[in-house]
């Protein structure tokens, strides 16, 4: 056995923790039995050609954490534990998990994240990341009680006023800052309220094909997911009253749906929220990218159209910013603010403070609108690039569909197996996944979705001619 371990151990690593690891698997394996005696510390330096001393720290953590005893000249032997008990403390074959985290787990898996054309990934390389340095850098400086401390699991009151002035700016949303809620991004929002306001078996609505994201929020609160098929008005709302009249929660992406890109026509909005009120459900609309407008205004957000505070609007700085900041927030109805404040504070799920005071300061100072401004301008080029580079490249493999917002485009095949599309597109290095991917029962929609905002204008069209040339036939 000590032949073994010496085999096993990675002479480039330390060599105390892996030693201490070796003997603590024999002893909790029963390979090394209650009351065996161990070798000498010279000896087993020896035999596993390691320091003396090495050996010697690896017994004493042993002997202090009572796996070994050592007894003076009787020599040092494995502690004489229960190997009843012992056998309880192997480790579960395969990582035993809940029926709901079985349910998360199986969900497909994200894109990769970086190259063209990854949805949702917003222009990195234009990061205002000197900006950001030196915002954060005075924040942490500063080392305030009040940003280093247990406060404002809620959010960082600051960011709040700047939040709510800026959608009402941009969302006519006009609401009292301690109605946002700052949360870890739109998906923290929704796994957050899914957990807040539902019971595990709830049913909830989600759009079909809809986001994964929002997929795993609602599956990891344990509710009952109720696809809800979309067609070119957006989410089919007689579809969903037929298949389950009375949910609890409603997942809508009315601005932009994702992935197809469909507005959520003005008819469909009401008879949303008449389905919602008939059922007293909740409504989370995802507003995730519906900064980026280009033709015309928007409609406006399904939260201005609801009655009591029906309508939880959710938003995210994810597609100006960076995802990985994990900014976003939730304007919630009044009688929520409270619950959820201590809900946040007990879950610990807020963003880090200095981090919402960085991205308040980015905000009060004016810079987070000079870079929504030159964003829209990008991310209108390189949108204008890839709607260009398709109608040239693509046309004998199918078509965009329309949409005016929102920082990626769904593209319709001709060919019914999307799937095998966007492997043939990640074989030539291009990220565009099968939007039958983001499907749960809904087959009547196949096809490519492309990310534009994060790849620079000049590289659009060579990468649609390198997937043109991936999808011809025979390739
Ligand atoms: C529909 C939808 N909602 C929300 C998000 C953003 O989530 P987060 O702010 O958690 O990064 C995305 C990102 O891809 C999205 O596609």
């Given amino acids: 056995m000590y032949d073994d371990m010496a085999a096993a151990l990675d002479r480039g690593q330390g060599l105390t923790r892996q030693l201490y690891e070796a003997f603590r698997r024999a002893i909790l394996t029963g390979r090394l039995g209650p009351g065996e005696r161990l070798p000498a510390s010279r000896d087993l330096a020896g035999r596993l050609?390691?320091?003396?001393?090495?050996?010697?720290?690896?017994?004493?953590?042993?002997?202090?954490?009572?796996?070994?005893?050592?007894?003076?000249?009787?020599?040092?032997?494995?502690?004489?534990?229960?190997?009843?008990?012992?056998?309880?403390?192997?480790?579960?074959?395969?990582?035993r998990l809940s029926e709901r985290g079985r349910r998360l787990a199986a969900i497909e898996r994200g894109s990769p994240s970086s190259g063209a054309f990854v949805p949702g990934l917003p222009a990195l390389d234009l990061f205002p990341a000197e900006t950001w340095a030196r915002l954060l850098g005075r924040r942490l400086r500063q080392g305030s009680a009040a940003l280093l401390g247990f406060e404002h699991a809620a959010g960082w009151p600051p960011l709040k006023e700047a939040i709510a002035r800026?959608?009402?700016?941009?969302?006519?949303?006009?609401?009292?800052?301690?109605?946002?809620?700052?949360?870890?991004?739109?998906?923290?929002?929704?796994?957050?309220?899914?957990?807040?306001?539902?019971?595990?078996?709830?049913?909830?609505?989600?759009?079909?094909?809809?986001?994964?994201?929002?997929?795993?929020?609602?599956?990891?609160?344990?509710?009952?997911?109720?696809?809800?098929?979309?067609?070119g008005e957006g989410l089919d709302v007689a579809a969903g009253l037929s298949r389950a009249a009375a949910p609890r929660l409603i997942y809508v992406t009315p601005s932009h749906q994702y992935p197809t890109g469909v507005v959520l026509s003005l008819q469909r909005r009401l008879a949303l929220l008449q389905a919602a009120e008939a059922a007293d459900a909740w409504v989370i609309e995802d507003d995730y990218d519906s900064e980026f407008q280009f033709a015309g205004p928007p409609l406006a957000p399904l939260h201005?159209?609801?009655?009591?505070?029906?309508?939880?609007?959710?938003?995210?700085?994810?597609?100006?910013?960076?995802?990985?900041?994990?900014?976003?927030?939730?304007?919630?109805?009044?009688?929520?603010?409270?619950?959820?404040?201590?809900?946040m504070r007990h879950g610990g799920q807020a963003p880090p403070l200095v981090v919402q005071a960085a991205l308040a300061d980015f905000m009060a100072e004016g810079h987070f609108a000079g870079h929504l401004r030159r964003l829209v301008d990008v991310y209108g080029e390189r949108r204008a690039r890839l709607v260009e580079a398709c109608a040239r490249h693509l046309g004998d493999y199918g078509a965009l569909l329309p949409a005016e917002a929102g920082i990626q485009l769904a593209f319709r095949l001709h060919s019914r197996d999307d799937r095998a599309a966007s492997a043939a597109a990640a074989r030539a290095g291009i990220v565009a996944p099968a939007l039958s991917r983001a499907a749960l029962e809904n087959r009547a929609i196949t096809g490519l979705q492309f990310g534009f905002a994060a790849v620079p204008a000049d590289q659009v069209e060579p990468a649609v001619i390198r997937l043109a040339a991936a999808l011809r036939p025979g390739v």
Wanted: net charge positive; glycine share 14%.
């Fill in 49 to 95: 050609a390691v320091g003396r001393n090495t050996v010697t720290a690896v017994f004493e953590r042993l002997a202090a954490e009572g796996f070994i005893e050592a007894r003076g000249a009787a020599g040092t032997r494995v502690a004489r534990l229960d190997p009843a008990l012992l056998q309880r403390v192997q480790p579960v074959p395969g990582g």
């Fill in 166 to 231: 800026q959608i009402a700016a941009s969302r006519g949303i006009v609401v009292e800052p301690e109605r946002i809620l700052v949360t870890t991004g739109a998906q923290g929002a929704l796994a957050f309220l899914a957990q807040l306001l539902c019971d595990p078996g709830d049913p909830a609505w989600i759009e079909d094909p809809g986001y994964l994201g929002a997929r795993g929020a609602l599956v990891g609160a344990g509710l009952a997911l109720v696809p809800v098929p979309v067609d």
């Fill in 304 to 343: 201005n159209l609801a009655p009591r505070g029906r309508v939880i609007h959710v938003g995210t700085f994810g597609k100006a910013l960076a995802p990985a900041l994990r900014l976003g927030y939730a304007v919630l109805p009044p009688a929520l603010v409270g619950p959820a404040s201590v809900a």
